[in-house]
């Protein structure tokens, strides 16, 4: 009788993921619902080329699309690490283009102190300092990053976030300027792709779900890195819900602490080799 039962509830819940995606267009008004509110001149930060379509490609391609809004993308490395930081330059305004962002509107750093190494802390003071020196310029009304874990656990990623909540703990963000983190969760449900997507709408503030066609086009950017296509990111392009859905929280609705230094380097390397997909 159980067997059969979860049989019937997993099928349908199955079902459910298809159809609310499959047929996603047609829940536009529930959809936007869940959207950010009066967005009209957005900056993404990133750590690395390739993180705009690895984990932000649903949102970047629904603000992009939005022709009320400006959409651009600060990188705050090369991705140097194998002596390819030009091409993978190259490589990040091609994805961009393909995601609908203008390539002017994307800017690369290039900090001798900002290496690409998922083993070393970049200065969150630096770092503060750099994506507060943008959004100003930018004048930004929205900044997107990563969440306190950084979806991988790499060290690059996460101080993207502590930096970020530096600057809106110590009140130095403009004061129409809205902070936004990519929300974290458990490794089952990173690799859940679609399936995910009921669970985000329930547990997420604000959500983005891409529909098949902006997937493809997501997965068609990240071709467009073809230095960083290893086996394992194909595999992540293939089951990743990152691909399909990105749920956001509000900085000011997190508890996460600004200190950089938290937490354990030993700790950090063994959960980065564990769950990083980078």
């Not at 499959?22 to 009066?38: C, D, H, I, S, T």
């Not at 001149?41 to 990133?46: C, G, S, T, W």
């Not at 651009?72 to 030009?86: A, H, K, Y």
């Amino acid at each position: 009788m159980w067997p059969l039962l979860l049989l019937l509830i997993g099928s349908l819940y199955v079902l459910l993921c298809v159809l609310l995606h499959v047929f996603q267009p047609l829940l536009a008004g529930y959809a936007e619902r869940k959207w950010l509110r009066n967005v009209r001149n957005v900056a993404l930060i990133v750590a690395h080329p390739d993180d705009e379509c690895m984990f932000f490609g649903p949102v970047v391609m629904k603000l992009a699309a939005d022709t009320g809004c400006q959409f651009r993308v600060l990188c705050l490395s090369s991705g140097n690490s194998e002596g390819l930081g030009d091409v993978r330059k190259t490589e990040l305004k091609n994805s961009c283009r393909i995601l609908g962002v203008d390539p002017s509107n994307v800017m690369v750093v290039s900090h001798t102190r900002l290496p690409d190494d998922s083993l070393v802390r970049w200065d969150q003071r630096l770092v503060a300092k750099i994506i507060l020196q943008h959004i100003l310029a930018w004048n930004s009304d929205t900044v997107l990053t990563f969440g306190s874990y950084g979806v991988s656990g790499h060290l690059n990623h996460r101080v993207l976030y502590s930096a970020l909540r530096y600057l809106y703990s110590g009140k130095q963000l403009p004061a129409c300027c809205c902070a936004y983190a990519l929300d974290d969760v458990s490794v089952v449900r990173k690799y859940l792709g679609l399936f995910d997507v009921p669970i985000t709408y329930l547990l997420s503030r604000y959500v983005y779900v891409a529909t098949y066609s902006e997937v493809v086009r997501i997965k068609n950017a990240m071709g467009s890195h073809r230095s960083q296509l290893v086996w394992f990111r194909k595999l992540y392009l293939a089951f990743s819900r990152y691909v399909v859905i990105n749920g956001f929280s509000a900085i000011d609705d997190l508890t996460g602490g600004c200190d950089d230094d938290s937490e354990d380097d030993y700790f950090d390397f063994f959960r980065t080799f564990l769950f990083a997909c980078k």
